[in-house]
């Protein structure tokens, strides 16, 4: 017993001074930049629990009937909802009300053939990934006047930095990725490569593709898949490391190239190693992530206040809802389309009255460390 005891704090010894060795010396080149020793997080006994959760209802009518909600970005009291299976872009006010939407599916000037991606900018100007005309369009609102941006590469992500400034990730070739991330200026020609693919040979698009930006407010976050750094980039392309994510549990160039040989089902139930990190939001107290090993929502959290990990984990407050999608007022946002759970809510919290094609609920909520 005491051979046992001694040996787990040797090693328990040795997983904090290699963290505390190497943080001194990434710290040497960035100042900033938070560690995260992934792998001493008890994630089987949360810290974190939910705190101050509200419930927003999606105004239903013919006009606003939402397919899928693949991506939500708030911005100036708007809710802008992606629905990439009917390539459609919805805009609700802060408490559900159907303003408009951007329903431009086409061929003709203003138009977009295969929209895999939007984003929104300070001004309210609605941006749509067009990769079947390799060309970015953006819409003014209420008026839809459009502007095209072409582009000229096909990419599978985007994030639009400032009104003449892309970042485009996953730009592709016929047969493989040839860059991770860069920057399209629409001032500039030359294209400025931030990043390239951690395993050059590695067709990813095999591997089933996640999310490589996350916006909370002003501040985009992005992650390269199977690699260990958060990075920030910043309105004038500036790509900056955040957080480094250390861990045993990273899959090998090897582990990657099996994974890719097969077939998509054993990416998706592979629960061993860490194949990508998703769901990078933070508001003014917590940044947090989600690492795609378990399917269930477990989140690493990081306190700004304190600078310590903790682990959150959703609870019934959260039955039916999805992974995070966005930030609202200092506020998480999940989905709840779960009929079972939106009628519990509409009846015992919000009293009105649902159908079955009604609206998914946005569910926001803030969090709060125990210590």
Not at 58 to 68: A, W
Not at 298 to 324: A, M, P, R, W
């Amino acid at each position: 017993m005491h051979r046992f005891t001694l040996t787990v704090s040797v090693l328990s010894l040795l997983i904090s001074f290699s963290c505390n060795h190497y943080s001194r010396q990434e710290k040497a080149d960035h100042e900033n930049l938070v560690i995260c020793c992934y792998d001493t997080i008890d994630k089987h006994h949360p810290t974190v629990s939910i705190d101050d959760i509200s419930y927003i209802p999606l105004e239903t009518n013919d006009r606003s009937l939402i397919g899928s909600i693949n991506k939500i970005i708030y911005r100036n009291q708007r809710f802008h909802i992606f629905d990439r299976m009917n390539m459609k872009i919805f805009i609700f006010d802060e408490k559900g009300k159907f303003l408009s939407v951007i329903n431009k599916r086409g061929n003709a000037p203003g138009e977009y053939v295969e929209a895999i991606d939007m984003d929104v900018d300070n001004d309210d100007h609605v941006y749509v990934l067009d990769n079947a005309k390799t060309s970015i369009v953006q819409y003014t609102l209420p008026a839809m006047e459009y502007k095209i941006i072409n582009i000229g590469l096909h990419c599978r992500s985007f994030c639009c930095l400032n009104k003449d400034l892309f970042a485009l990730s996953d730009v592709f070739g016929q047969k493989h990725t040839q860059s991770k991330l860069l920057l399209f200026s629409t001032e500039e020609p030359a294209l400025n490569v931030l990043l390239s693919p951690e395993y050059e040979e590695v067709n990813e698009s095999r591997l089933f593709a996640v999310k490589p930006f996350y916006r909370s407010a002003n501040k985009v976050y992005y992650y390269k898949r199977f690699a260990p750094i958060i990075y920030s980039i910043d309105n004038e392309g500036e790509l900056r490391p955040e957080m480094k994510i250390m861990s045993d549990k990273y899959l090998s160039e090897e582990g990657v190239r099996q994974l890719e040989e097969a077939d998509l089902a054993a990416y998706i139930q592979e629960q061993s190693h860490i194949k990508d990190i998703v769901d990078l939001y933070e508001n003014d107290a917590y940044f947090l992530f989600r690492t795609c090993i378990e399917p269930t929502m477990n989140y690493t959290v990081y306190s700004k206040s304190d600078k310590h990990f903790s682990s959150f984990l959703y609870d019934e407050q959260l039955n039916g809802c999805t992974q995070i999608k966005g930030v609202a007022e200092n506020k998480f946002i999940v989905e709840l389309s779960h009929p079972q759970y939106m009628k519990k809510i509409a009846d015992e919290i919000l009293n009105i009255n649902i159908d079955e094609d009604s609206n998914p609920f946005l569910v926001l909520f803030n969090l709060k460390l125990h210590k």
